[in-house]
């Protein structure tokens, strides 16, 4: 039997939906329901901003998934700022989950979800990321200018809930990450759960402190020498380990020390409807005038992502004006 090269295979997918001009089929969309957010991460969103911009009302959000399903989306993340403070948030899920086809999954920094979890897996939401950088309170504090308990109760809600995967998001930050990599890594060896740490990614006006405060990848390799390598997810950011008997994994996203564009399927959506083909680019096209169209709406959606970057030029010390919490993380 033939055996079909990575990009023709692309291209047959998208017969049925979205290929960008380096053969790439694009099946997954982060979409931001909010920049608001309950937290004031250092490296996320600068102290005293305040929201400018409107986001997307419940209805043109409703008319955005079905045009991404139409399109040969197969999984959508909800991501903000933090998507469970928008207000009306729960009803809304609610009805959009009801779309078939559909992996739905969320990022939060997990301070709601004790009482969020459940309604979320009820809802048909199967996959959580959590984001949590430090189990020492005072770095949370710190860092987020949160309390690391309600992230903790948000955890082990998360972890009863049902979800079908249960992801902690650890971002490196030099002073603070170097104690902290075992730390998150030991909740790998009794849970079924990841840990990705990924490297801290200068965006917007708090690009300097990211700078600054830059930990690469290879600390944890260097803190988890017994790492061992495990398999590998098509398509995802990161390269996965495991510690010796565990149940869940360790895996590393490097956007600056080795990137991963070639593999990349994924678009975003920003909150106040623009679609950026490419984290890391100023790029963004406006999907708004076309949110009640659907015709439209697919056309809009297969012009943006013919405007994928073959790769990110980060390193190259662009400037992205948006901030993390403006795009969504």
């Known amino acids: 039997m033939e055996e079909k090269h990575p990009r023709r295979m692309a291209r047959d997918m998208g017969a049925f939906g979205m290929t960008d001009r380096f053969g790439r089929a694009i099946t997954y969309a982060r979409l931001s329901l909010t920049e608001a957010c309950n937290l004031r991460c250092r490296y996320c969103m600068p102290p005293g901003r305040a929201s400018a911009r409107p986001a997307m009302d419940d209805r043109q959000v409703e008319h955005l998934v079905q045009a991404l399903a139409a399109m040969g989306v197969r999984k959508i993340r909800f991501t903000g700022g933090e998507p469970l403070v928008r207000p009306g948030v729960r009803p809304l899920l609610e009805r959009v989950c009801r779309q078939p086809g559909i992996d739905w999954a969320i990022t939060t920094n997990g301070t709601t979800l004790a009482r969020d979890a459940e309604w979320l897996c009820r809802a048909g939401v199967t996959r959580v990321n959590i984001s949590l950088d430090t189990l020492d309170a005072a770095d949370y504090q710190a860092l987020t200018g949160g309390n690391v308990q309600d992230a903790r109760r ?30 998150l890594a030991d909740w790998t060896r009794d849970w079924p759960v990841d840990v990705r740490f990924i490297e801290l990614m200068p965006m917007g006006t708090c690009q300097d402190w990211a700078k600054a405060h830059f930990l690469p990848a290879r600390a944890v390799r260097e803190a988890l020498p017994e790492l061992q390598e495990t ?82 030029h980060l390193c190259e010390n662009q400037f992205i004006r948006r901030d993390m919490s403006q795009i969504g993380g």
């Open 154 to 183: 948000g955890i082990e809600a998360a972890l009863a809930a049902g979800f079908r995967q249960v992801r902690l998001n650890a971002v490196l930050v030099r002073g603070v990450s170097e104690g902290q990599i075992a730390v």
């Open 231 to 312: 398999e590998q997810d098509a398509h995802a950011p990161a390269h996965y380990f495991r510690l010796p008997g565990a149940k869940g994994r360790v895996g590393l996203i490097t956007p600056l020390s080795g990137h991963f564009c070639a593999a990349c399927n994924r678009i975003r959506i920003t909150f106040d409807g623009k679609l950026k083909p490419c984290l890391h680019s100023n790029e963004e096209i406006d999907l708004r005038p076309a949110l009640d169209d659907p015709a439209a709406l697919q056309e809009l959606l297969r012009q943006g992502v013919q405007c994928k970057p073959e790769r990110h």
